[in-house]
């Protein structure tokens, strides 16, 4: 709507922080929304918080999903769609990048779409992928460049950052199974919420 200032989809991660920064420098209007899918990383709400981002919280949470849907998996996600995908503000800025996967690669092929919500046209959004043909090393030179503080999971132990590292869902269906079960094994709390 005219008038209205863009969302700025922030996830915590490192191109979330990058398109902040882009909004600040651009002196433009936004809103930064953090959506809680209560799955997240640790140390991501103190990230999002110390960011002075806005925390939305879906009506429902992971959990709630899993007992009345079953568990997610790689055909069947729909915790996103409630958890995640759903609309906002009419124009969103968001941290996509090209380079990030395969994927994500033939998916995003302009730097703008309309995106649909939940199969409903009143829900579209225009999406905006500034940082879409971005490479890692153009990402880290911007965030060493412009001294971003990023989430401390991507710090290394020596203090350098990790920009291949991705932050999302804990054991996330997308994920490679050797990696889930990484994190299962990291994080035991959420093998017992899944059983």
């Given at each position: ?14 191109d ?11 002196g ?31 009506k ?25 995908e ?80 991705r932050l ?10 050797k ?17």
């Open positions: 709507a005219a008038g209205e200032p863009l969302e700025i989809a922030y996830s915590g991660g490192k979330s922080d990058v398109i902040l920064e882009l909004a600040k420098m651009a433009i209007e936004y809103k930064a929304i953090y959506k809680n899918t209560s799955i997240d990383p640790p140390g991501t709400i103190k990230h999002v918080m110390e960011n002075s981002v806005e925390i939305r919280r879906s429902e949470s992971f959990f709630s999903l899993i007992m009345k849907d079953g568990y997610p998996n790689r055909f069947k996600r729909f915790c996103c769609s409630v958890l995640k759903y609309k906002i503000l009419d124009n969103c800025v968001m941290g996509i990048r090209r380079c990030e996967s395969t994927k994500r690669s033939k998916r995003y092929s302009e730097p703008t779409e309309c995106r649909i919500f939940g199969g409903n046209k009143k829900n579209h959004v225009n999406a905006i992928y500034p940082i879409l043909a971005w490479s890692d090393e153009d990402e880290l030179e911007f965030i060493k460049e412009r001294g971003i503080k990023l989430h401390p999971l991507y710090y290394r132990e020596d203090g350098s950052i990790d920009i291949t590292k999302g869902c804990l054991c996330c269906p997308l994920m490679y199974y990696k889930r079960l990484q994190e299962f094994k990291k994080y035991p709390g959420m093998v017992k919420a899944y059983l």
